[in-house]
């Protein structure tokens, strides 16, 4: 496959400025679970410029739930935010310190913590709801709102095919 | 918005059989951050069960880029594979340090790392892009050849645009 310092064709002064770029080989570019990264890695990486300095993105998706599922129990929420289990209950944990959510014991089962917004953290996911929105805006600006429904709409549709093969 | 444990109408004791499983709000369903860490979630976990015990995903895209790439400067291959620098200088670590990649340093410039399959990095890769490939198979089996590869452009375009944004 030759050597890419011949096929890159630069010589040592120009390749000390930084690393040359290299495309991603073609056998990753067709591998699904590769674009997955990329685009998860990409939009991380955008996410800590704008709305990061306030929540990451896995905080927001927690403060998002349960704001749609005010009393939802702990332990039935990580599916539905994409996380496991033991790095939900450390992100609940952290959004508890700094006094977003408040996790409550119902007395007829000590085991379970309902989980709710308090008022700051209902005015932070309005404040970091707007910074994502924003970001979404500029991320996807080249295609229109249909298309944009269609293809997000499709990839949650493989997402849950993808998750149903690990509960088998 | 109302209490969960009312809309889900169960009693306590069907609840403790497990926690149900409450789908995504609609408004993590319509953002494209959340849809791109659950497709990188729900595949991570796919992996782990079928190709896992061989390589982790980043690890089988860093061997996947050397056999593309041969004598690869380290530094110039982390973007290609969607992993930041200091990831990516671990993972191949692991890789030296299982036997599948050698890293040279070329006589002109002690600073650089130039990477190469060994013999055994090459056989495990080809052994677990067979497997990657079945697992691919089975998660993209409901969709057709061509709308894979249109998908997959369009996704990989998304990215690069994704990318672009924090290079500015």
């Given at each position: 496959m030759g050597d890419v310092r011949s096929v890159a064709g630069r010589d040592l002064g120009e390749r000390d400025e930084g690393p040359e770029l290299l495309p991603p080989p073609p056998a990753l570019l067709a591998a699904p679970g590769y674009v997955a990264r990329r685009l998860h890695h990409a939009y991380t990486a955008v996410w800590v410029r704008?709305?990061?300095?306030?929540?990451t993105g896995p905080q927001f998706a927690v403060l998002t739930a349960v704001d749609a599922y005010?009393?939802?129990?702990q332990g039935s929420l990580a599916r539905a935010v994409a996380l496991d289990r033991s790095t939900m209950g450390s992100i609940v944990r952290r959004l508890e310190d700094r006094g977003f959510i408040t996790r409550v014991r119902p007395p007829e089962d000590g085991r379970k913590r309902l989980l709710h917004l308090t008022e700051a953290g209902g005015e932070m996911l309005r404040v970091a709801d707007r910074r994502a929105r924003e970001l979404d805006r500029l991320l996807m600006r080249d295609i229109d709102a249909e298309t944009q429904d269609i293809l997000l709409t499709r990839l949650n549709g493989i997402a849950e095919h993808w998750e149903s093969l690990v509960e088998d």
């Open positions: 704008h709305v990061d300095p306030l929540l005010p009393g939802v129990e």
